[in-house]
């Protein structure tokens, strides 16, 4: 983690301007910075918005630099038509990385920020600053790398009640490790998606078993129920032979989480299958199930795609779903 313990007034680095953004932040001020970010101060957090008009307004040759020693601020990306090339993330005497190559693994993962409901990809050197964030979610992430959280009192963005019919806010929250000189730094990210019920589900068999692949995104019980009124349960899966044909079919209609019938919601490490069977095969990913965060009860497929491997999540996540006959 990026660890500096004294408060780092400067908000952006440009060349001879740099003094007039943390001046007009500290005046509680919402003003054109240099390159025309803007500041404003939020309690204890400054926020630093970026934008495509941020990059446009510099002059030619002249690079956006992003200050990420500086601890209470919290960076505001709008990156529609940002030009993430002409962006450097500054670590001080560490370095400078380019943002575009930077943020690559991020935007290329199944919980893209492309897919962000209002545009945004937040950023911030201290997970203190999402203040959402409890002392149990802070240390699953140090773990996990990436957690989801639906509908938390303060999330950014999260009014149910403004929601369509049917869907719910996830926010993602997500570590990116850049290599800067010698040195590992990591950077928290943030960003809200909108996940929706459906009612499509492929058809598939295997095994002399009937299997449905539901792009409706649904709590385990949501979805374990949907899967009982089909006369099926979440999906058992036996051996590496199975759990690869299911994954193949899974991950070609998406990339993203999936549930299987696997559980402890009876006895905490105690898994089994929503049909009933013992659990004897399984394929945890490394460090898995580890019962991060809120709790984790419910066990899913493509936490770390595309790495083969489950993980456990808290049962109340909207995901995708695979149902088995019996």
């Known amino acids: 983690m990026i660890r500096q313990l004294a408060r780092i007034t400067r908000l952006l680095a440009f060349p001879l301007t740099a003094a007039a953004l943390p001046a007009a932040a500290l005046a509680g001020c919402s003003v054109a910075g240099p390159g025309g970010a803007e500041a404003e101060e939020d309690g204890a957090v400054r926020n630093v918005q970026i934008s495509a008009d941020s990059v446009a307004r510099l002059s030619p040759g002249e690079r956006l630099s ?90 950014p963005t999260a009014q149910p009640q403004s929601l369509p019919d049917e869907c719910v806010e996830q926010t993602i929250y997500f570590y990116v490790d850049i290599v800067v000189g010698e040195t590992v730094q990591s950077v928290l ?98 460090g898995e199930p580890n019962d991060a965060g809120s709790g984790e009860d419910c066990a899913q497929l493509n936490r770390f795609y595309p790495e083969l491997g489950w993980n456990d999540e808290p049962c109340s996540l909207h995901l995708r779903y695979i149902c088995e006959s019996d």
């Not at 409901?117 to 959402?132: H, K």
């Not at 009612?199 to 792009?215: A, I, K, N, P, Q």
């Not at 696997?262 to 490394?286: H, Q």
Request: proline share 3%; hydrophobic share 40%; aromatic share 10%.
């Open 66 to 155: 992003v200050d990420l020693r500086a601890r209470e601020v919290m960076y505001h990306v709008a990156f529609e038509g940002l030009d993430l090339g002409r962006v450097d993330l500054d670590f001080g005497e560490q370095g400078k990385a380019q943002m575009a190559a930077a943020m690559a693994p991020l935007f290329s993962h199944p919980y893209s920020p492309l897919d962000a409901q209002d545009g945004r990809l937040r950023i911030t050197a201290d997970p203190s600053n999402f203040a959402e964030l409890t002392a149990d979610d802070i240390a699953a992430l140090e773990v996990e790398r990436m957690i989801a959280r639906e509908h938390r009192s303060g999330a």
């Open 189 to 286: 990210c943030e960003h809200t998606i909108l996940v929706c019920d459906g009612s499509t589900c492929d058809v598939h068999t295997y095994g002399g078993h009937e299997y449905l692949f539901c792009d409706g995104q649904q709590s385990w019980n949501d979805a374990r129920a949907s899967c009982a009124s089909e006369g099926k349960s979440l999906v058992t899966i036996n051996d590496a032979a199975e759990e690869a044909w299911v994954y193949g079919l899974a991950s070609a209609l998406s990339t993203q989480k999936w549930w299987i019938g696997l559980n402890d919601r009876g006895a905490e490490g105690n898994f089994v299958w929503d049909s009933g069977e013992p659990a004897g095969y399984t394929n945890w990913y490394a």
